[in-house]
């Protein structure tokens, strides 16, 4: 079966290291790959996307790895920031047919100051 | 721009009473979709749009109907409400992938909860 997994364990980490989150999927054959970034009590906000095509994306203190080959990405957020604690969500669509995203269950955050 | 709205904000319903949740979009998205977020279980897809009069379910779509009349209206209808329904639901919208740009902006959420 299809399947898009995120570490649902809470990720601690102190302020100014890198944090690293993970996305990992089986059968899936995506097209891109998508993160998000939830706060409590609101919808989801996009942050990158990246397609099957690249292995890197960089946004400011954002990065984005995505390997087809382990079937995982790597979402990193560098110099990081109490006001990045958030629950981060990746997405993707598989390629072939309609535009249907489906989303990973998420991970929390915590920058500890 | 507005955005992606959604109605009502919270909602009160009585097991087997029926009603539709609203979501609306004015950036003129092709793409429209309704979730469900529960806790541990992540958003689920219901059911999905690619354009106006065109409609296919998700991962979750027992109990809900949907229609695209317009590009910018999704409706969600839950005909029977029943206690596994309570949910926050989350309406979404995007371009194309045609078009490349397939960013999909969230509206604020429908908190729903059925007695």
């Known amino acids: 079966s299809q399947k898009i997994e995120q570490n649902s364990e809470a990720l601690n980490i102190q302020e100014g290291k890198t944090a690293t989150l993970t996305c990992n999927y089986t059968?899936?054959?995506?097209?891109?790959l998508q993160w998000y970034r939830q706060d409590p009590g609101r919808g989801p906000v996009f942050l990158l996307l990246?397609?099957?095509?690249?292995k890197e994306k960089r946004k400011e203190r954002l990065k984005v790895t995505f390997d087809t080959t382990l079937k995982q990405s790597l979402f990193h957020i560098t110099a990081s920031q109490p006001a990045d604690s958030a629950t981060y969500l990746c997405?993707?669509?598989?390629?072939?047919?309609?535009?249907?995203?489906?989303f990973g269950t998420g991970t929390k955050l915590q920058v500890i100051p | 721009n507005a955005g992606v709205t959604q109605t009502p904000k919270f909602q009160v319903l009585k097991t087997g009473q029926s009603m539709t949740l609203q979501c609306a979009q004015d950036?003129?998205?092709?793409?429209m979709s309704w979730y469900r977020q529960d806790p541990g279980m992540g958003l689920r897809l219901i059911h999905y749009?690619?354009?106006?009069?065109?409609?296919d379910q998700g991962e979750v779509p027992n109990g809900y109907n949907v229609s695209r009349s317009t590009t910018e209206d999704f409706p969600l209808r839950l005909l029977s409400a029943a206690p596994s329904q309570t949910s926050v639901y989350f309406c979404?919208?995007?371009?194309?992938?045609?078009?490349?740009?397939?960013?999909?902006?969230f509206g604020p959420g429908t908190r729903l909860l059925v007695l």
């Open positions: 979404a919208s995007s371009y194309s992938i045609r078009r490349g740009r397939e960013t999909q902006y």
């Open positions: 059968n899936y054959s995506p097209a891109y």
């Open positions: 990246i397609r099957e095509n690249e």
């Open positions: 997405a993707l669509m598989n390629s072939g047919g309609y535009q249907k995203v489906t």
């Open positions: 950036m003129n998205h092709e793409y």
């Open positions: 749009s690619v354009g106006a009069g065109i409609t």
